[in-house]
């Protein structure tokens, strides 16, 4: 039986600081949801400022912890296809972030009530949508990387060329 193997690029503190940059965006959408409720209440009147920032940040956490936890156990089948289900959560969100508090937000401060703020407002969230959907593309693709690799490449391997390719 073959031996498993994590990539190198997720192992240890570099696999907490990715994940930690990909939370980081996720927590301020979930903020941004929490001072909606503050402001707005509890009304369902305003569901896309309020309950889809706080519940959809605490979906894609759960989908990107456990993505990280299937990334570094063996998987069969199942845990392949788990891991693809999970991986949607965050990339969900982030598109949540770009387009509705983002581009939604500088459509209406264009075309409903005119506002600079609002639209400075939707070209943060755009960005921070696409750091998002940026950093969590990174991570699949080391993994997606990584399990190509023939296995013998892979646990002789002490450096990965995934990233940072050395000159021959």
Request: proline content about 4%; hydrophobic content about 45%; glycine content about 10%.
């Amino acid at each position: 039986m073959d031996s498993f193997t994590v990539p190198p690029e997720l192992k240890g503190t570099k696999g907490d600081i990715m994940a930690a940059r990909i939370e980081v965006p996720i927590l301020a959408a979930m903020i941004y949801g929490i001072v909606g409720f503050i402001r707005l209440g509890w009304s369902q009147d305003n569901f896309l400022y309020t309950y889809a920032a706080v519940l959809g940040g605490v979906a894609a956490s759960a989908g990107l912890f456990t993505y990280f936890f299937l990334v570094s156990e063996e998987r069969n089948r199942r845990r392949k296809n788990l891991l693809v289900l999970f991986g949607f959560l965050p990339y969900f969100y982030s598109l949540y972030i770009m387009g509705v508090l983002g581009l939604y937000t500088i459509f209406e401060g264009v075309i409903g009530k005119f506002s600079f703020w609002s639209m400075i407002g939707g070209v943060f969230w755009v960005f921070v949508g696409f750091h998002l959907i940026y950093r969590f593309y990174l991570v699949t693709e080391i993994v997606r990387q990584h399990d190509e690799r023939p296995h013998d490449e892979r646990t002789t391997s002490a450096h990965s060329t995934l990233r940072h390719p050395s000159p021959k």
